[in-house]
């Protein structure tokens, strides 16, 4: 028994000369994410009209795609043109760290978007009382601080595991497949897993469910102009909303359920899947919608 201090990435191994086409992929894909993300923030940032809770929301949201990105693809594409795939105990725990508080910060990140709908189309004579500018600074506060707190607590705890294995079966450093290599104990581990999975991820879904339920019901009581433009508002915010939670579904069923048997390619497309796809679509989907915002991007 020893407490190893590397972990090795094994679905980087004799991959051959095909880590060039999937490096090159994968450059075009960070360069894409960082440049379109960076234009939302951007406009958000400059245009004075822009600054109201929607789309502050949505440049958190373009902040926290960044973020996430930086976390996952630069040590991606070091490891795709490297001939060792060694990484360090602390460099993984870290990057799991950051992996893990990207999806977190997204999901609560999401909810504060339904609860800002939520506000502005049922209780539209209280918006700006509710929705103030200390109120939102706030709820952004917390939806970073949070998660990076429960998140940090859980690296550490992962830190002080005794290693009995030091290969991971992934392509990045993933924390439940770091605690499934221990061969201690790993209940407080468990335990602050389900707390933290509980609090970052399942509660804020149900708050968005109920959020747009609720919107749904006000609007088929409505007229017809009003539903129009609440679910001119709400389909960009449920569109990303579906994406991610199915995302985060595949990578969460994959970690945790060994007994699915599927094609290693498949399986690490489904795994990624929350690290690529939100934060390339996130952009294109709210620059596309929001005239508001496709203006101020066309007057670039």
């Known amino acids: 028994m020893e407490n190893r201090t590397h972990f090795y990435l094994m679905l980087f191994e004799n991959i051959g000369y095909i880590r060039y086409a999937f490096f090159s992929f994968g450059f075009v894909l960070f ?4 440049f379109f993300n960076a234009l939302i923030i951007l406009v958000i940032l400059l245009e004075r009209t822009l600054h109201h809770p929607m789309y502050i929301l949505i440049s958190c949201l373009s902040v926290n795609s960044v973020f996430g990105t ?6 991606l594409l070091t490891d795709l043109l490297s001939d060792t795939h060694a990484v360090s105990h602390e460099a993984c725990i870290l990057q799991a760290f ?28 209280q918006y700006n009382n509710i929705m103030t500018p200390r109120v939102l600074s ?3 506060a917390i939806s970073w601080i949070y998660p990076m707190i429960c998140l940090g607590i859980a690296g550490i705890l992962n830190a002080r595991l005794m290693m009995c294995g030091n290969k991971l079966w992934k392509v990045y450093c993933h924390s439940w497949e770091i605690v499934k290599l221990s061969c201690g104990n790993t209940i407080a581990n468990n335990v602050l897993g389900f707390f933290n999975m509980t609090t970052t991820v399942i509660m804020p879904l149900n708050f968005i469910l109920y959020s747009y339920t609720k919107i749904l019901i006000i609007c088929r009581k409505s007229s017809l102009d009003f539903r129009r433009k609440a679910y001119q508002t709400c389909i960009p915010y449920i569109v990303i909303l579906l994406n991610f939670s199915v995302a985060l579904f595949c990578e969460v069923t994959l970690s945790r359920f060994e007994t699915l048997e ?7 497309i489904l795994s990624l899947e929350f690290l690529i796809v939100p934060p390339i679509l996130n952009p294109l989907v709210y620059g596309l919608n929001f005239p508001e915002i496709r203006k101020k991007l066309c007057g670039l």
Request: charge should be positive; glycine fraction near 2%; charged fraction near 10%.
């Open 31 to 34: 360069f894409a994410i960082v």
């Open 138 to 140: 706030v709820l952004i």
């Open 262 to 268: 599927l094609p290693v390619g498949l399986s690490i």
């Open 98 to 125: 950051f992996i893990y508080s990207y999806a977190a910060n997204e999901n609560i990140i999401l909810m504060l978007m339904a609860f800002d709908r939520y506000v502005a189309i049922c209780k539209p004579l």
């Open 70 to 75: 930086a976390a996952f693809f630069p040590r």
